[in-house]
C-alpha cells in the first residue's frame, strides 16, 4: 500500500517562492513515475510536473514551465516541488501523485495525497 503525504504549502505573495514536498511511506515499485497536480476552486485539476525514474526523465508543463522544478531525494523518498516567482493564479490545491507506469502529464495517477493549499497573494 503506497502512501503519499504532501507538505509545504502556505500563503506567500507575489514573487516569493515556496518549496514542497511529498513524503512515500513506501517503495515497492523498481521504477515509478511521481508528479505534482493542482486544482484551483471551480476548475479542474491541471499537472503541474512530473518524473519517471526508469529512464530519468521529466515532465514540467508550460503554465509553470520556468519557474517550478520537481526533484526527488532517493534516500529520504521524498519528493519536492520548487515553486519561484509566484503568481496569484498560481492558488490551488498542490497534490502529489505516484504510479509505477509513466504517466507523465495524464491525470490517471493510482495512488494520490490529500494534498496541500498554496495561496498566493
Same mark, same amino acid.
Given at each position: 500500500h503506497? *502512501? =503519499?503525504?504532501e507538505s509545504?504549502? $502556505?500563503?506567500v505573495?507575489?514573487g $516569493?517562492?515556496? !518549496?514542497?514536498? /511529498?513524503?512515500?511511506?513506501?517503495y ?5 513515475c511521481?508528479?505534482?497536480? +493542482? *486544482?484551483a476552486?471551480g476548475?479542474? +485539476?491541471? #499537472? &503541474?510536473?512530473?518524473?519517471y525514474? $526508469?529512464t530519468?526523465?521529466t515532465?514540467?508543463a %508550460?503554465? &509553470?514551465?520556468g +519557474?517550478f522544478?520537481?526533484?526527488e531525494? @532517493?534516500?529520504?523518498n &521524498? =519528493?519536492?516541488?520548487?515553486m @519561484?516567482?509566484?503568481?496569484?493564479? %498560481?492558488? #490551488?490545491m498542490?497534490? /502529489? #501523485?505516484?504510479?509505477? =507506469?509513466? !504517466?507523465? =502529464? !495524464?491525470d490517471?495517477?493510482n495512488?494520490? $495525497? +490529500?494534498g496541500? *493549499? &498554496?495561496?498566493?497573494s
Amino acid at each position: 500500500h503506497v *502512501q =503519499l503525504v504532501e507538505s509545504g504549502g $502556505g500563503s506567500v505573495q507575489a514573487g $516569493g517562492s515556496l !518549496r514542497l514536498s /511529498c513524503e512515500i511511506s513506501l517503495y515497492i515499485y523498481s521504477s515509478y513515475c511521481m508528479g505534482w497536480f +493542482r *486544482q484551483a476552486p471551480g476548475k479542474e +485539476r491541471e #499537472a &503541474v510536473a512530473a518524473h519517471y525514474t $526508469g529512464t530519468a526523465t521529466t515532465y514540467v508543463a %508550460d503554465s &509553470v514551465k520556468g +519557474r517550478f522544478a520537481i526533484s526527488e531525494d @532517493n534516500a529520504k523518498n &521524498v =519528493l519536492y516541488l520548487q515553486m @519561484n516567482s509566484l503568481k496569484p493564479e %498560481d492558488t #490551488a490545491m498542490y497534490y /502529489c #501523485a505516484a504510479d509505477p =507506469l509513466n !504517466r507523465k =502529464l !495524464r491525470d490517471d495517477y493510482n495512488y494520490w $495525497g +490529500r494534498g496541500t *493549499q &498554496v495561496t498566493v497573494s
